[in-house]
């Protein structure tokens, strides 16, 4: 026992007790640790990179090994070794039959074909079996013909193939092609020139062609999720990159490639249909037209873009990229998807070149929830301070406005355009109202259908009308549609509420799309101001439209 005051002496060759169970700390080898981002290690992970740097034995300053590697150590002699138990001997073996492996590989193969289809979490299937080594196994000649039969003492040479069985044969041949030559058709013949040639191409006809501008391109496909390939809608097949497509399939399988049909408006509809219908057997394919006020499948693009967003849910962000030939329209998609103009637009090609990251544009629809705004990647995007007409509409008191509407109003009437209506639903307030307000009627107002054609619009009701009853209705004081229609539904819901004397209805939905003007066609007259400006109209209005229940007489 050591004395007061006199200090323990450490064994420095005493081994520190090793912590069992729940180990702390933040080292990327504890596989204890908190899952803060993607792509941690796992536990196997851990294990392997573990057993890779105790590979090798200890040795001190003299080199003698302090410690041993793994599966090296030494035993007294005569000490008796035993292996150690595992309950795995005594289980069933993991079998697959030939039935069932030939399933999984023509279910497999026809999901990894398929581009509407996507494999989640491959790393833990079995794909290697898809790649059958009999199919994809470069020949080898020494397996079918062996050396010594080929090149030693005893080669079995085999007869050459001979086009003629005698001399006179060959010679006849000889004076037939000799009689039949063209000097004229003869390319490889090498002619003798003045010494004067062709003017050379102006070098705009090679714009877009140099190392760097490919360096380019590969930078846009591996900084992005999500690749947009733009195609010329009056020649598709002749601006489709090969060489882009082959190398996503066999380097970059994970990503996802889309084709954009840009300047669908030059070519007749059934051109647009049939090249829509031709290429989506192989890529998801969208006929578009980009301008920036009357624009064409920018709501159909941003909604097959946040269905991809739905696979990468660890990321707060996905990154969209955009490459085509010269002159086929990225940056005008890019000015049509931010409704004002970022990128400079110019008939000459090459007038965009370089990459430019994280050009967000907002995506309609907007959740405080999942905020993942699109990042789209691609080159001229030049940096303007937002103007505030852009976030009229958005402030917190506008919210509160909302939701004072949706707690004051029997009936809710939500305003899209017909243009595009999904982009102009607030999944929010739907949601909001299924969760806590059950009670309230929900109706869809599909305004401003005189701008779309009517077969448009009846898709689109039908489309609509599976979730929520959706009226198709033309704001205007003279010369209104669907009115009458919305004023008869207004009083049978009326009817299920006897005991108020009056109910109320009102009208939300996105800035511009007409909540102003279906108050003037219901009053008959102008009572609210209307503006093309997005958030001019932002205080409630107290009792526009009230039905009465009991005499269905409008106010």
Same mark, same amino acid.
């Given at each position: 026992?050591?004395?007061?005051?006199?200090?323990?002496?450490?064994?420095?060759?005493?081994?520190?007790?090793?912590?069992?169970?729940?180990?702390?700390?933040?080292?990327?080898?504890?596989?204890?640790?908190?899952?803060?981002?993607?792509?941690?290690?796992?536990?196997?992970?851990?294990?392997?990179?573990?057993?890779?740097?105790?590979?090798?034995?200890?040795?001190?300053?003299?080199?003698?090994?302090?410690?041993?590697?793994?599966?090296?150590?030494?035993?007294?002699?005569?000490?008796?070794?035993?292996?150690?138990?595992?309950?795995?001997?005594?289980?069933?073996?993991?079998?697959?039959?030939?039935?069932?492996?030939?399933?999984?590989?023509?279910?497999?193969?026809?999901?990894?074909?398929?581009?509407?289809?996507?494999?989640?979490?491959?790393?833990?299937?079995?794909?290697?079996?898809?790649?059958?080594?009999?199919?994809?196994?470069?020949?080898?000649?020494?397996?079918?013909?062996?050396?010594?039969?080929?090149?030693?003492?005893?080669?079995?040479?085999?007869?050459?193939?001979?086009?003629?069985?005698?001399?006179?044969?060959?010679?006849?041949?000889?004076?037939?092609?000799?009689?039949?030559?063209?000097?004229?058709?003869?390319?490889?013949?090498?002619? &003798?020139?003045?010494?004067?040639?062709?003017?050379?191409?102006?070098?705009?006809?090679?714009?877009?062609?140099?190392?760097?501008?490919?360096?380019?391109?590969?930078?846009?496909?591996?900084?992005?999720?999500?690749?947009?390939?733009?195609?010329?809608?009056? #020649?598709?097949?002749?601006?489709?990159?090969?060489?882009?497509?082959?190398?996503?399939?066999?380097?970059?399988?994970?990503?996802?490639?889309?084709?954009?049909?840009?300047?669908? #408006?030059?070519?007749?509809?059934?051109?647009?249909?049939?090249?829509?219908?031709?290429?989506?057997?192989?890529?998801?394919?969208?006929?578009?037209?980009?301008?920036?006020?009357?624009?064409?499948?920018?709501?159909?693009?941003?909604?097959?873009?946040?269905?991809?967003?739905?696979?990468?849910? #660890?990321?707060?962000?996905?990154?969209?990229?955009?490459?085509?030939?010269?002159?086929?329209?990225?940056?005008?998609?890019?000015?049509?998807?931010?409704?004002?103009?970022?990128?400079?637009?110019?008939?000459?090609?090459?007038?965009?070149?370089?990459?430019?990251?994280?050009?967000?544009?907002?995506?309609?629809?907007?959740?405080?929830?999942?905020?993942?705004?699109?990042?789209?990647?691609?080159?001229?995007?030049?940096?303007?301070?937002?103007?505030?007409?852009?976030?009229?509409?958005?402030?917190?008191?506008?919210?509160? &406005?909302?939701?004072?509407?949706?707690?004051?109003?029997?009936?809710?009437?939500?305003?899209?355009?017909?243009?595009?209506?999904?982009?102009?639903?607030?999944?929010?307030?739907?949601?909001?109202?299924?969760?806590?307000?059950?009670?309230?009627?929900?109706?869809?107002?599909?305004?401003?259908?005189?701008?779309?054609?009517?077969?448009?619009?009846?898709?689109?009701?039908?489309?609509?009308?599976? &979730?929520?009853?959706?009226?198709?209705?033309?704001?205007?004081?003279?010369?209104?549609?669907?009115?009458?229609?919305?004023?008869?539904?207004?009083?049978?819901?009326?009817?299920?509420?006897?005991?108020?004397?009056?109910?109320?209805?009102?009208?939300?939905?996105?800035?511009?799309?007409?909540?102003?003007?279906?108050?003037?066609?219901?009053?008959?007259?102008?009572?609210?101001?209307?503006?093309?400006?997005?958030? &001019?109209?932002?205080?409630?209005?107290?009792?526009?439209?009230?039905?009465?229940?009991?005499?269905?007489?409008?106010?």
């Amino acid at each position: 026992m050591p004395r007061r005051g006199e200090k323990v002496k450490r064994n420095k060759n005493a081994k520190t007790p090793k912590k069992e169970g729940f180990q702390s700390g933040s080292h990327s080898l504890n596989p204890d640790r908190p899952k803060t981002h993607a792509g941690q290690r796992d536990r196997a992970t851990i294990k392997r990179l573990l057993m890779y740097k105790n590979s090798k034995p200890q040795r001190n300053d003299k080199g003698v090994i302090v410690k041993p590697a793994p599966f090296q150590g030494r035993v007294p002699s005569g000490t008796q070794s035993r292996v150690e138990p595992n309950r795995k001997w005594f289980g069933n073996t993991r079998v697959v039959g030939q039935g069932a492996l030939q399933t999984f590989q023509d279910e497999l193969g026809k999901a990894v074909k398929d581009p509407y289809r996507v494999v989640m979490r491959p790393t833990k299937l079995p794909v290697t079996l898809l790649n059958e080594r009999a199919t994809h196994q470069r020949a080898h000649l020494l397996d079918v013909e062996k050396f010594e039969s080929t090149f030693g003492p005893k080669a079995q040479r085999k007869k050459p193939n001979m086009k003629f069985d005698c001399l006179t044969e060959l010679v006849s041949h000889a004076e037939t092609t000799t009689t039949g030559y063209d000097k004229e058709k003869d390319r490889d013949l090498v002619v &003798e020139t003045d010494g004067v040639r062709d003017k050379a191409k102006e070098w705009i006809m090679f714009a877009g062609q140099s190392k760097r501008i490919w360096n380019e391109l590969y930078k846009v496909v591996d900084s992005s999720d999500i690749l947009l390939q733009v195609l010329d809608a009056r #020649d598709p097949m002749g601006t489709r990159c090969p060489t882009i497509e082959k190398f996503l399939k066999e380097e970059k399988p994970f990503k996802h490639l889309v084709f954009i049909l840009n300047k669908c #408006d030059l070519v007749p509809t059934w051109v647009t249909k049939r090249w829509v219908a031709t290429l989506s057997a192989e890529y998801p394919t969208l006929a578009f037209h980009a301008s920036i006020t009357n624009s064409f499948g920018k709501g159909p693009l941003i909604n097959i873009l946040r269905q991809f967003g739905k696979l990468h849910v #660890d990321k707060k962000q996905i990154s969209v990229g955009l490459i085509g030939y010269p002159n086929v329209g990225k940056s005008s998609i890019i000015n049509t998807l931010k409704a004002k103009k970022v990128v400079k637009v110019a008939p000459i090609p090459g007038e965009t070149k370089e990459l430019v990251s994280h050009a967000e544009t907002t995506t309609t629809g907007y959740d405080k929830e999942k905020d993942r705004d699109l990042v789209v990647e691609t080159d001229g995007v030049r940096d303007k301070a937002k103007e505030w007409i852009m976030f009229a509409g958005q402030s917190k008191r506008i919210w509160n &406005e909302l939701y004072k509407v949706v707690d004051s109003s029997d009936i809710l009437l939500q305003v899209l355009d017909a243009r595009d209506p999904m982009g102009t639903r607030c999944p929010t307030i739907e949601k909001f109202l299924k969760e806590e307000k059950p009670f309230k009627h929900l109706v869809f107002i599909l305004n401003k259908c005189d701008l779309v054609p009517t077969w448009v619009t009846k898709r689109w009701v039908a489309t609509l009308s599976a &979730e929520y009853p959706t009226l198709a209705f033309h704001a205007s004081i003279t010369n209104s549609f669907g009115k009458g229609p919305l004023i008869n539904i207004l009083r049978q819901f009326g009817k299920l509420h006897v005991d108020k004397k009056q109910i109320s209805v009102g009208l939300i939905g996105y800035p511009n799309v007409g909540k102003s003007s279906i108050i003037n066609t219901l009053k008959a007259k102008k009572v609210v101001k209307v503006a093309p400006i997005p958030g &001019e109209t932002k205080v409630r209005l107290e009792q526009l439209a009230c039905f009465r229940s009991r005499d269905r007489k409008r106010v």
